[in-house]
């Protein structure tokens, strides 16, 4: 018996040990499951194409104070990430999740518009909403925006966690394994306080219809009135970065006052 650990430990590694040199059973699935039922049990994964992750956060999350400022924190706190979790839900993301001060939501591939105008929707809360609210509740000047990513792969998930002495689930989550959500998160780290940052494989993935492509041409948005205009640019990814892929596409587009509302319903209609 080794004398490293205390003996409970040391049989708790030897055990984990036995299920690192088991073979994993892998099930595919061709999307996200909606009751989030996924496999407690070792060696038991579920692999998913394609499945696309909206990472959104605080940029400049760090000027806000639990120590001095608590009430303001939390109101800031609660306004961004509660607004991020219930609309991407309305939105019928599949799973939703929080990192740090951001939150991930995950969307099937057959969702790629979906996705869209759920980010986008977030997006032009934060611009219309959010920000007019913080800047009027901080008295201190700070100053914070939104970072949002988006990337599509394949992922491998499953539940870790405990049975207690009833069988029953405890301390539990799922762990997905894969690109998405690393990226999409690293995107967002990049992304300017009025952009929204997608890698080329979720971009691809989008219909060629002006809808997505374009902005609707009023007055509030870029360009004369009645010139629709294109809402993407795109630009390599940084040397010696991480990504995984080559090109990233931004847009600055949010909905506008006249034509949101429809512009949304016909862009989700596009997944149909």
Same mark, same amino acid.
């Given at each position: ?13 030897? #055990?984990?040990?036995?299920? *690192? ?9 061709? #999307?996200?499951?909606? /009751? #989030? ?53 309305? *939105? ?9 001060? %951001?939150?991930?939501?995950? *969307? ?5 518009? @979906? ?8 997006? @032009? ?91 609707? %041409? ?6 004369? @009135? ?13 040397? /010696?970065?991480?990504? /995984? *892929? ?27």
């Amino acid at each position: 018996m080794s004398d490293r650990y205390v003996d409970k430990i040391t049989e708790l590694i030897a #055990g984990r040990e036995k299920v *690192f040199h088991t073979e994993n059973s892998i099930q595919e699935k061709e #999307g996200l499951i909606p /009751d #989030g039922k996924y496999p407690l049990e070792d060696n038991q994964w579920v692999k998913i194409p394609d499945v696309i992750c909206v990472f959104v956060d605080i940029k400049n999350s760090t000027g806000l104070s639990a120590v001095s400022h608590d009430k303001s924190t939390a109101s800031v706190y609660e306004l961004f990430t509660g607004t991020a979790i219930r609309l991407f839900h309305e *939105f019928g993301a599949e799973y939703i999740d929080i990192k740090g001060d %951001g939150v991930f939501a995950l *969307f099937s591939k057959n969702q790629v518009h @979906t996705a869209l105008v759920a980010t986008m929707s977030f997006k @032009t809360f934060v611009e219309k909403t959010f920000l007019p609210l913080v800047k009027s509740k901080l008295k201190d000047n700070v100053k914070i925006g939104s970072h949002i990513g988006i990337d599509q792969k394949t992922v491998l998930v499953k539940k870790l966690g405990l049975k207690n002495a009833e069988g029953r689930d405890i301390r539990q989550n799922e762990v997905w394994a894969g690109k998405p959500i690393n990226m999409a998160s690293k995107l967002a780290s990049l992304a300017g306080d009025t952009e929204i940052l997608v890698s080329d494989r979720f971009y691809k993935n989008l219909s060629g219809n002006d809808l997505v492509q374009k902005n609707c %041409g009023c007055e509030e948005r870029v360009g004369e @009135t009645g010139t629709k205009v294109s809402i993407w640019n795109n630009r390599p990814v940084p040397e /010696d970065s991480a990504f /995984d *892929f080559d090109t990233i596409y931004s847009t600055t587009a949010l909905w506008c006052i006249n034509h949101g509302k429809n512009c949304c319903e016909q862009v989700i209609a596009l997944d149909e």
